[in-house]
T-cell receptor, first 116, second 111 residues
């Protein structure tokens, strides 16, 4: 079972460059989300989606864009990277209702981004 | 809004010691509560969960009880092993927006 797949695992950017972090899940989850993890800060929600065509902002959305054109995919775009966006990014998905795993987030392995 | 507070550590214990990691929360309504574990270089894995008051979640010798009266979900294990060394996150989910995490507790178990 693939679960939640993130690419790339590592990326180095220069300030001002753009890039897209890819996320795909094969569990038919309605909900998908992006978190960033920084030392001493825990995980903070960037954006999330409750279904195809629906996205919303989380706690720290500035500098990031998302779209959800299919149930499976939820890419995260950095339009103009800044050093403050150096972090580890996690994609996570879940069912929204029904079943024993409702509410439980399934995480990808993470993408480590460095912005110089 | 929702928030989760947990002891940040690092917490250093000897093998076979008793473990408690405290977690308290603030939330409206009746959230579900979770403990996730992160091993070095990996993503987060669900350790255990509880969806209503007085539920006890358990897995791999770890336990936590959903205490609504004290808004707590403390993680316990009777005898820790070196392989339990990791970062542990307490989290809650109150709605469709996602999980609210504590800052994580780094646990170090010495042989």
């Amino acid at each position: 079972n693939a679960g939640v797949t993130q690419t790339p695992k590592f990326q180095v950017l220069k300030t001002g460059q753009s890039m897209t972090l890819q996320c795909a899940q094969d569990m038919n989850h309605e909900y998908m989300s992006w978190y960033r993890q920084d030392p001493g800060m825990g995980l903070r929600l960037i954006h999330y989606s409750v279904g195809a065509g629906i996205t919303d902002q989380g706690e720290v959305p500035n500098g990031y864009n998302v779209s959800r054109s299919t149930t499976e995919d939820f890419p995260l775009r950095l339009l103009s990277a800044a050093p403050s966006q150096t972090s580890v990014y996690f994609c996570a998905s879940s069912y929204l209702a029904g079943g024993p795993t409702t509410g439980e987030l399934f995480f990808g392995e993470g993408s480590r981004l460095t912005v110089l | 809004g929702n928030s989760v507070t947990q002891m940040e550590g690092p917490v250093t214990l000897s093998e076979e010691a008793f473990l408690t990691i405290n977690c308290t929360y603030t939330a409206t309504g009746y959230p579900s509560l979770f403990w996730y574990v992160q091993y070095p270089g990996e993503g987060l894995q669900l350790l255990l969960k509880a969806t209503k008051a007085d539920d006890k979640g358990s897995n791999k010798g770890f336990e936590a009880t959903y205490r609504k009266e004290t808004t707590s979900f403390h993680l316990e294990k009777g005898s820790v092993q070196v392989s339990d060394s990791a970062v542990y996150f307490c989290a809650l989910r109150g709605g469709a927006d996602g999980l609210t995490f504590g800052k994580g507790t780094h646990l170090i178990i010495q042989p």
